[in-house]
């Protein structure tokens, strides 16, 4: 739904407090509560809003079912100059996102990199949210995850690789970050939640029903399509290998197939999530301003190329910084059905109601 077609609107400020002083009851320490706060956020404020803040409910059954910690303690152990594994204790995977990039940076301004792989984590929201991380500090900044089997191979019969998403993130000089948040599926599966609940039917070639024929309908579909849809999935298929080789092999973490649901009755178990977190610094490999000045003409070139009639060429990220700054004016827009979550929860917890804007 667009944002036109919506007209509860609330402000970034008080949805942060309102996630902050939710997740703060329900057992959340106070770093953990920022950051599911600041990804959920991150990702309402640029148009994510299957990443947003439809998953807080989420993590509410997560943490009162004992899935995730809400205090958990995290250990970093830095095994070479540029490489290192986090340890989440099954916490949140928001703090081990954040926390798990800001090890990598660290190592990547001594050392021109760092790369962290993180075990025992959980779900952690928008990938993009710890490669912007990266660059809003000049870094280059690539995140990956696992996730538990909603996708088919190419040609296969049923659900293999999750959506195992790829976020690549490169600061710009005077400029929002280039951004690429992308799943390895045609479309993640938040969406064809998201979209069955405003009743919005799905685009073709992103999604299945248990017959492994295409289906457009959310409340059939079962399954979702590689990227590149029923005739160039393999393209696909294969990243979303490499993620899972990336986050699960790499971190020791059981893969992706084999996980518990994200969703489903078992709230209690941990599911032992994988990710894998890249950092670069531009000037460890050229002189001083030489990244900068060719992104900047890269860039240049890629919006100034022809384009059909009422169109616009966008790089990575375009998209995402208009529906931003729109949103950070006129609000971030609720759907009906998270009207009605986001009230049921304050009165859960007994905290103080979102407020409209006018």
Known sequence: MSDAQQDFRIAREDLERFMEAVLAAAGADPASAKAVARALVTASRMGTDSHGLRLLPHYLQALGGGRIKGAPNMVFQQRLAATGFLDADDGLGHLAGYTAMDHAMEMADKVGLGAVAVGNSSHFGAAGCYALA??????????????????????????????????????VAGESPYLLDMATSSIPWNRVQQYGAIGRELPDQVAANAAGKVSRVPSEVVALLPLGGSDFGFKGAGLGGMVEVLSSTLSGMQHGFKLLPMGGPDMSTPRGVGHFFLAMKPDAFVDEGTFAKGLADYLADLRGQAVSPNATVMAPGD??????ARRDAEGIPLDSANQLAYAEIAERYRIAPLIRLD
């Open 134 to 171: 990266a660059a809003e500090r000049g870094y280059l900044g690539m995140a990956f995850c696992n996730s538990d089997p909603f996708v088919l191979l190419h040609d296969g019969a049923n659900p293999f690789h999750g959506t195992n998403p790829i976020a690549f993130a490169a600061p």
């Open 319 to 324: 998209r995402e910084w208009r529906c931003q």
